[in-house]
Each structure stands twice: as C-alpha cells, then as structure tokens.
C-alpha cells in the first residue's frame, strides 16, 4: 500500500539556523499538507499546497516558512532560521482529491537547542 | 523528560471490551469529519470517516457516530485489542478549504 514518507526521522539543528523537511506524497495525489505537533499537543495544520501554489496557511506560518515541490515526487518544508518553540514533530500529509482522505507520513521531530 | 502539554483524557478498557471515545467540535460548518489513531512516535493514521449528510458509518470493528445537532462525533470499536491501545483524534473540515482541525485527543489502553 502506498505511503507517505518523510526524511530525516529526526533533524537536531542550533537556533537560528536553517531547515529543509522532506516529504515524498502518495504518487496520485493533488493536495500536500504540512502540520505539527508541538509533544503532547494536538496536531496544528501550517500550511496546504495544490497546485504548485500554497491553498491555505495558518498564523503559525509565518515569513520563516516557506514550502516548495521541486520536483515530481518531493514535497518539502523549510524553516529559514529555526526558534526553540520551532521543536515540534512535523508531519507532510497529500490527498488524491479535494474530497478524498488525507494520509499523514511518520513524521520528522525537529529539535531546535 | 518530557514537557509539559495537553493533560490527555484517558479511557482504560480490558481487552474483548467495547470502547467508546467521544469528540466535541465547534465549528457548525464542518461538513466532513475524521477518526485518526496515532501510536507512539508515529504518525497519525486514518480509521474512518463520516459527512454530514450520515449520522452513522461502519468499517471493520468501528463505528463512527455523528449528531450535528449537539456537535458530537464518537467512536466505537468492538472488541477491543491491545493493538488498538493509541491516541486517537478526531478532526473536522468545514469543505470552505482543506485544512484540517483536529481535536485535543483521548488516549485508550487496552488491558490485557
């Protein structure tokens, strides 16, 4: 069954610095997203993409984010200088349609010191 | 050690017991609605779904339960197992864009 993955499975990076999540979809699907789940808090949406342009994004997704799909198969999430309240699990999640399930990938931990 | 987040409701239930994890959502516009489980360290993972036109939908030991009119979502699953044992939430699309809103969680532990 086709999944989607994500890359690294743990990213420790100094503050300040810059960040690059990798996300690989389910090959079929139209929509991408990004969450995060700051530990023992709910899932937060950041951001949607459809259409090599972002659909929506939250007021957590500010000017330090900014996502990119460079390539047919790669979705990716880049925090330009991380913050300590950066530290969060972040999961990619796509969609086949605008109807249709969204299915979340294993998640990268982010830890920011 | 950890740090401090959400305190998580918690609901223990011996295995082969029934469980019944129940969800309030706020936003009256939602229209499409969704049970994920998500075990330690991973991600959330899909169990089943619901729109607003059905008030009930069954799959394979669950049962997804929706009354819009006190905005209540609930998931039943027969027969528990310890495989079952996760966090699960509930999440809601209002259909006006994509994003989802997920709920604050309820842990289950299935005892042995």
């Known amino acids: 069954e086709p999944e989607v993955t994500q890359t690294p499975s743990h990213q420790v990076t100094q503050m300040g610095q810059e960040v690059i999540l990798r996300c690989v979809p389910i090959s079929n699907h139209l929509y991408f997203y990004w969450y995060r789940q700051i530990l023992g808090q709910k899932v937060e949406f950041l951001v949607s993409?459809?259409?090599?342009?972002?659909?929506?994004k939250s007021e957590i997704f500010d000017d330090q984010f900014s996502v990119e799909r460079p390539d047919g198969s790669n979705f990716t999430l880049k925090i330009r200088s991380t913050k300590l309240e950066d530290s969060a699990m972040y999961f990619c999640a796509s969609q086949r349609g605008q109807d249709d399930t969204q299915y979340f990938g294993p998640g990268t931990r982010l830890t920011v010191l | 050690g950890e740090s401090v987040g959400l305190h998580l409701p918690t609901l223990s239930v011996q295995e082969g017991d029934n469980s019944i994890i129940n969800c309030a959502y706020s936003n009256s516009a939602s229209d499409y609605f969704i049970w994920y489980k998500q075990e330690s360290g991973k991600g959330p993972q899909f169990i089943i779904d619901?729109?607003?036109?059905?008030d009930k939908r069954q799959g394979q030991r669950v049962t997804v339960l929706l009354n819009k009119t006190v905005k209540h979502l609930s998931l039943q699953i027969a027969a528990t197992q310890p495989g079952d044992s996760a966090v699960y939430f509930c999440?809601?699309?209002?259909?006006?864009?994509?994003?989802?809103?997920f709920g604050g969680g309820t842990r289950l532990m299935v005892k042995p």
């Open positions: 999440a809601e699309n209002n259909n006006a864009g994509n994003m989802l809103t």
């Open positions: 993409f459809y259409n090599n342009e972002i659909s929506e």
């Open positions: 619901i729109r607003s036109n059905m």
